[in-house]
C-alpha cells in the first residue's frame, strides 16, 4: 500500500463486518412474514393454483375482504401442482390455513380426515370470533355444488368457484358457411353436420380450421360419454361404468370423429396447440377451431386477446333422443377452499372460507373469472353486468336436473390418467368395447383397493 | 489413543457435517421409504402395515411394466446415442482444429440451460406444424411427423433430445483423449497404420475407462429421466413416454399412494444396481484397465 494511504488493519476490517452484522441483526423491522400487514391482524396463508389474470382477480377479492374488517389478513401465495405441494405440506405437518384445491381432491381429504369439516368448524369457532362467522347456508348452493364438497354426508369444502363445460362456437363462421349463428348443433348428428361445412383444409389436405374435434383441448378424453347420457361412476355401488351403452356409443363417436378428420391430421393439428390454449394462439381465440368445448373462463381470455370475436355458447349437444332444452347436460367441476388440520388458524380460516361462501364474494369472483354462480339463486344484477356474455348458459347447465358432477371418489385421479391412454387408443383405431372394457377393470381394481383400504382403516372419512 | 486412531477421529470430525446431513438427508429418508414400502400411506394418514402388498401389486400393474420398458428402451437408446455422439465431438475437439475452444464452449452451454427452459425450446423445435425441424424437413420435401404427439416418434424425439446435453462427457473423454500417450500413436504409424485402425487399436483402448465412465453414468442419469417427459409429453400419447420416476411421482403425489410409490422406488433402486453392476462387469472384460 502506499504512503500516506490510511490502512485498514485485518482486526478493524473484521470489527467493521461484526459490528455492520450486530447492526442488521439488531435493526428494528418486521418480519418478512408481516410485511404489508396493519398492525393488530392475524394473518392465514392461503395457497391457491390460479395466476396471471385469474389470479389477479382472486386477488381483488381477497383484498375486498382484508379491507372489509381489521382481524383478518389474507396472504394468497399462488402455487403450482399444488395438490401435491398441498400433500407435503400437510404430511408434514406444516400445512396453509386455506388451500385452494379441487373437488375432487375432496373423497381424498375427507377419508383421511386431513381437512377440517365445515360442520366442525362451525361447532368449534362460531360465537363471533371473527367476521361473517356463522354456519354456512348449505340450502344457498345449487343442489350439484353441494355434492361436490361433500363426502360420507359431512361438507369438506367451502367452494370458491364452480365450472361447467360448453359448446363455444365462431358466430361469423357460422354465418360464413351459411349456418344460423342462433342455431348452435343440439344434437351429435348436427355437431358432425356442421363441423364437416366448417371443417377447412389447405392444398395439402390437411386439416386448416377445425370444425370441432374432441381432442381440442385434450383435457377431458372422460368427458364425452356425457354428450351420450354416460356416467362414469356410481356412487352408490362405487362401481367403475365405462361398458355401458351410452358410453360405448360415446367413445364410438369418437372413433368417427378421427376416421373424418383423419386420425393422423386430427391428431397433429390438436397436438400444435398443445400449449397455446388461453393465449393469443389458443385454436378458438386465433380462429382455428370453428366450435370447442371448453369452460366459461375461456370469456376472460377472448377479452383480452381478440374482444373483437363473435362468439356463442350452448349446451353440449346429445345423443338423438335426449335433447331436453329444460334439461342441459354437462358435468360440473368446482375448485374448492379446505382448511387442513393442523393449521395454525383454523378460526380466521374458516371465517374468511365462510365469507367466500357468501352471494357477494361469490359472484364478485365468478364476474371477474366470468364463470357462473354455484349459488342457487343471483343476484338481479348478476347476469346484465357479466362480462361472460353466455354465463346464462352454464348456470342453466348448473341448475339443470340431468347435470353430472364429476366422480366423487379417491381414486379418479388414477381412473382419469387411465381414459387418456384410452382415448388415444380408441382414437387410433382400438376395439371401442374392449378398450373400455380394460379401462373399467383397472379401474374397478383402483376402487376396490381404496374400498379394502378405507375398511382397513376403520372406514374413517366414510365412504361415498 | 494411538496416533492413528486419533486421526481417524480427527478426519471422523471434519466431515461430520457431511455426515450428519448424509443421514438426515439421505439414509433416514431411504430407511424410512424401505419401511414404507410396507404400508399403506397417503402422506395425510397414518401408514397401515400392509406387509409384501404393494410389491404384490407391482406385478399385476400394467402400468409399472409399460413404464419399466419404456424407461429401459430410453436408458439404452439415450446411452448408446449419446456415448457415440460424446466419442464423435470429442474426437473432433481434440483434431485441435481453429475454433475448437469456442465449439468446447457450445457444447457445454445446454448443461447450464434449466430442464424447463430446455424442454419449451425442445417442444416448439418439434412441433408439428410450426417447429423448425419439420419446417427444415419441408424444404427438403420431407413431411415431418408429428414427433411428441405421435407414439410411434415420441420416445425416439425424447432419446434424440438427451443426446444434446452432452458436456460433461465430452468434458471427461476429451481429458482422457489428450491423455493417450503420443508414443503409441508414433508407434501405430510406423507399424503403418492409419485413420480408422489407429482409432481402433490406439485410442479406443486408451480411452475406454471414460467411455465405461459416461456409460454407466449415462444410464444411472438415463434410468431417473424425469423433466422432458413430465414437461412435453406427460407420459403420453398413448403411454408411449410413460418412464419410471414420472410414474413413482405420480403415485406418490397425485394419487396419495405413498407407501406404493416407495414400493416402486425400491425396485427402481434395486434395478439400477443390478444394471450398473452387469455393465461394469462386462467393463472389466472390454475396458483396457491400462488406458485408466
Known amino acids: 500500500m502506499s504512503a500516506g494511504a490510511a490502512e485498514v488493519t485485518r482486526r478493524a476490517f473484521l470489527g467493521a463486518l461484526a459490528a455492520a452484522g450486530v447492526g442488521y441483526a439488531a435493526w428494528p423491522r418486521k418480519p418478512r412474514g408481516r410485511e404489508g400487514v396493519p398492525a393488530g391482524r392475524v394473518v392465514i396463508e392461503y395457497w391457491e393454483k390460479w395466476t396471471g389474470i385469474e389470479g389477479e382477480a382472486l386477488q381483488a377479492v381477497v383484498d375486498r375482504f382484508n379491507a372489509m374488517q381489521d382481524r383478518i389478513w389474507v396472504r394468497r401465495t399462488a402455487v403450482s401442482e399444488i395438490l401435491s405441494k398441498a400433500l407435503v405440506a400437510i404430511g408434514g405437518g406444516d400445512p396453509p390455513d386455506v388451500v385452494g384445491l379441487f373437488s375432487f381432491s375432496v373423497p381424498q381429504f375427507a377419508e383421511t380426515r386431513a381437512a377440517w369439516p365445515m360442520e366442525e368448524l362451525e361447532a368449534d369457532f362460531d360465537g363471533g370470533k371473527g367476521v361473517g362467522v356463522g354456519a354456512i347456508d348449505r340450502g344457498a348452493y345449487a343442489p350439484a355444488v353441494l355434492r361436490l364438497l361433500s363426502h360420507g354426508g359431512k361438507q369438506w369444502a367451502g367452494v370458491s368457484s364452480m365450472y361447467n363445460l360448453a359448446l363455444y362456437y365462431n358466430r361469423a363462421m357460422f354465418r360464413a358457411k351459411g349456418l344460423d349463428p342462433d342455431r348452435p348443433p343440439r344434437t351429435v348428428g348436427e355437431l358432425d353436420e356442421m363441423a364437416a361445412r366448417l371443417e377447412e383444409r389447405g392444398p395439402d389436405g390437411r386439416v386448416r380450421v377445425a370444425g370441432f374435434s374432441p381432442r381440442l383441448p385434450e383435457w377431458w378424453p372422460y368427458f364425452w360419454p356425457v354428450m351420450f347420457g354416460g356416467r362414469l361412476y356410481d356412487a352408490e355401488g362405487d362401481r367403475a361404468v365405462l361398458t355401458d351403452e351410452a358410453t360405448v356409443a360415446a367413445y364410438s363417436w369418437v372413433q368417427a370423429t378421427a376416421r373424418r378428420v383423419g386420425v393422423e391430421d386430427g391428431r397433429d393439428f390438436a397436438a400444435s396447440f398443445s400449449r397455446s390454449f388461453h393465449s393469443p394462439q389458443d385454436p378458438f381465440i386465433s380462429g382455428k377451431a370453428a366450435m370447442i368445448v371448453q369452460g366459461p373462463w375461456i370469456a376472460n381470455f377472448i377479452a383480452r386477446y381478440s374482444p373483437g370475436l363473435d362468439y356463442g355458447a350452448a349446451p353440449v349437444p346429445v345423443a338423438e333422443g335426449l335433447y331436453d332444452p329444460d334439461q342441459p347436460r354437462g358435468m360440473l367441476e368446482a375448485d374448492v377452499l379446505m382448511v387442513p388440520r393442523g393449521c395454525r388458524h383454523p378460526a380466521e380460516a374458516y371465517a374468511f372460507v365462510r365469507w367466500m361462501q357468501s352471494r357477494e364474494a361469490q359472484e364478485d369472483l365468478a364476474r371477474r373469472h366470468g364463470k357462473g354462480s354455484p349459488l342457487r339463486e343471483v343476484s338481479p344484477g348478476f347476469r346484465a353486468g357479466h362480462p361472460n356474455r353466455v354465463v346464462a348458459v352454464h348456470d342453466a347447465i348448473t341448475a339443470s336436473p340431468a347435470v353430472l358432477v364429476l366422480p366423487q371418489t379417491r381414486a379418479w385421479q388414477a381412473y382419469a390418467d387411465l381414459m387418456n391412454g384410452m382415448f388415444d387408443a380408441v382414437w387410433r383405431g382400438a376395439d371401442v368395447r374392449r378398450a373400455l372394457g380394460d379401462v373399467e377393470r383397472r379401474a374397478q381394481g383402483l376402487l376396490d383397493q381404496a374400498a379394502r383400504l378405507r375398511a382397513k382403516r376403520g372406514g374413517a372419512g366414510g365412504g361415498a | ?292
Not at chain 2, 400394467?62 to 430410453?74: D, G, H, I, K, S
Not at chain 2, 462427457?169 to 508407434?187: F, Q, S
Not at chain 2, 454407466?216 to 412435453?232: A, C, E, N
Request: glycine fraction near 12%; hydrophobic fraction near 55%.
Open chain 2, 1 to 292: 489413543m494411538s496416533p492413528g486412531a486419533r486421526d481417524v477421529l480427527r478426519g471422523v470430525a471434519w466431515i461430520s457435517p457431511w455426515l450428519v446431513g448424509f443421514a438426515v438427508f439421505t439414509l433416514g429418508p431411504a430407511v424410512l421409504s424401505a419401511a414404507l414400502s410396507f404400508c399403506d400411506y397417503g402422506l395425510l394418514d397414518s401408514a397401515v402395515w400392509v406387509g409384501l402388498d404393494n410389491y404384490r401389486e407391482l406385478w399385476g400393474d400394467p402400468m409399472f411394466r409399460v413404464a419399466l420398458r419404456n424407461t429401459l428402451v430410453y436408458a439404452s437408446a439415450s446411452a448408446v446415442l449419446g456415448a457415440a455422439v460424446t466419442l464423435g465431438v470429442a474426437l473432433l475437439l481434440e483434431r485441435g482444429l481453429q475454433g475448437a475452444a469456442l465449439v468446447r464452449a457450445i457444447v457445454f452451454l445446454p448443461t447450464l440451460v434449466p430442464v424447463v427452459s430446455a424442454c419449451v425450446c425442445w417442444m416448439w423445435l418439434l412441433n408439428g406444424r410450426f417447429g423448425l425441424v419439420n419446417q427444415v424437413l419441408g424444404w427438403a420435401g420431407v413431411e415431418g411427423p408429428n414427433w411428441l404427439g405421435d407414439a410411434r416418434w415420441a420416445m425416439g424425439s425424447l432419446v434424440v433430445m438427451s443426446a444434446w446435453t452432452i458436456g460433461g462427457p465430452v468434458l471427461v473423454l476429451g481429458a482422457a483423449i489428450r491423455n493417450v500417450p503420443r508414443a503409441l500413436y508414433e508407434a501405430a504409424d510406423l507399424d503403418g497404420a492409419t485413420g480408422l485402425r489407429r482409432f481402433g487399436a490406439v485410442t479406443l483402448p486408451m480411452v475406454s475407462p471414460a467411455v465405461l465412465f459416461n456409460g454407466v453414468m449415462s444410464v444411472i442419469w438415463s434410468l431417473q429421466v424425469f423433466g422432458p417427459p413430465f414437461i412435453m409429453t406427460k407420459g403420453g400419447p398413448e403411454n408411449a413416454t410413460q418412464v419410471y420416476a414420472v410414474y413413482v411421482y405420480q403415485n406418490a403425489f397425485v394419487y396419495g399412494r405413498m407407501g406404493y410409490a416407495c414400493a416402486l422406488a425400491w425396485v427402481h433402486v434395486l434395478a439400477t444396481l443390478v444394471l450398473t453392476l452387469g455393465l461394469l462387469w462386462v467393463g472389466k472384460r472390454v475396458v483396457y484397465a491400462r488406458g485408466a
